[in-house]
């Protein structure tokens, strides 16, 4: 798991966020748009919004499990 620090400051607060680990490869915004964008100054996903819904934190959770690089985690 990543360590706490590699968690980017664009991530809002909450339990999903996203590390430095990320390659920019869209997976999560395809997945979870209403959780994941990209954040253009960095060109990295970020949450944006925390999923508040069962339908949301279902695609929050399969994006998670199906990001490349581990990047999305859960605290
Ligand atoms: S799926 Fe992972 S690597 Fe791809 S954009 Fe999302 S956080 Fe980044």
């Known amino acids: 798991m990543m360590p706490i620090e590699e968690r980017l400051a664009q991530n809002v607060a909450g339990e999903f966020y996203v590390t430095s ?12 748009p209403n959780v994941f964008r990209r954040e253009e100054d960095i060109s990295l996903s970020v949450v944006y919004a925390q999923p508040t819904t069962p339908a949301d934190r279902s695609a929050a959770e ?4 199906s990001c490349p690089t581990d990047a999305i985690q859960r605290s």
């Open 62 to 65: 399969e994006a998670r499990v």
């Open 21 to 32: 680990a990320c390659i920019d490869c869209d997976q999560c915004r395809e997945i979870a």
